[in-house]
């Protein structure tokens, strides 16, 4: 399967010792997070714990993005996947740090994860892309097998054969109420934006990042802005074309 040519977030739970406040705790997860994306400290920003734990009281999974160039195309066109990663795959100091930077999120923004973070991280996700391929019947070019839905965070892996993948970088783009296997048949067990055959694929109008959009954007209600696609990012979903829009339930703040 190829992409040809593609036009187109924390409960503050950590551990600290006696004597500590719970609110120092928070700041220091806080203060951890920043440095996951090499984000200067800064204690005005810092949020209170009851801002903290009522803002993951109800979802279960992070949503991040990973993006790759593909191969010899002069890093002009690039390929993305959605990566669904429940959040109990992560250690409680892990979760604190990602939540924090999703209340840093509104539903117009993502933010890029440092390499030297998430290349350490083998919490298992599930994996959503799409390309194009021959074949006709809905979202066979969605792959969701063995591979796809025990997805290590880390992993230098993508469901097409041209990516780069020694240029992965990875963005959080928030949490959702849905799991991998939950999101994968709400974008496949109906038309939602596109059949996803791979006939289906079109480099300008119905791509990888056009699928990525629709999985960000109509199944988890956040963003589909993508990190500097250029011309491989070319299309504005719709989610009146979804069933039910927003079936994530998911959330930035």
Request: charge should be negative; glycine fraction near 6%; aromatic fraction near 10%.
């Amino acid at each position: 399967m190829k992409c040809w040519i593609v036009f187109t977030g924390l409960l503050v739970a950590t551990t600290f010792d006696v004597g500590t406040s719970a609110d120092d705790a928070i700041i220091s997860a806080e203060l951890k997070a920043q440095d996951m994306i090499g984000r200067p400290h800064d204690s005005n920003q810092l949020r209170s714990q009851q801002h903290y734990q009522e803002r993951i009281d109800s979802d279960d999974s992070f949503v991040f993005l990973q993006k790759f160039p593909l191969e010899h195309s002069d890093g002009l066109f690039f390929h993305t996947e959605v990566l669904v990663c429940p959040r109990d795959n992560f250690s409680i100091e892990d979760q604190a740090e990602i939540d924090d930077l999703v209340s840093s999120l509104d539903d117009t923004s993502f933010v890029e994860i440092k390499e030297s973070w998430w290349s350490t991280r083998t919490a298992n996700c599930v994996e959503m892309g799409y390309g194009g391929a021959p074949c006709k019947e809905r979202c066979c070019a969605v792959p969701h097998g063995p591979d796809q839905v025990n997805f290590s965070l880390n992993e230098r892996r993508a469901v097409i054969s041209n990516a780069d993948l020694t240029q992965k970088s990875l963005f959080l783009y928030g949490r959702g109420t849905l799991d991998g296997e939950a999101a994968y048949h709400a974008t496949c067990d109906q038309t939602c934006w596109s059949n996803w055959a791979g006939t289906d694929y079109n480099p300008l109008t119905n791509n990888c990042n056009t699928f990525t959009s629709t999985v960000l954007h109509c199944i988890f209600g956040l963003s589909e802005k993508k990190p500097n696609l250029g011309p491989s990012d070319m299309v504005t979903v719709t989610c009146d074309k979804c069933p039910s829009p927003s079936l994530g339930t998911a959330s930035t703040v």
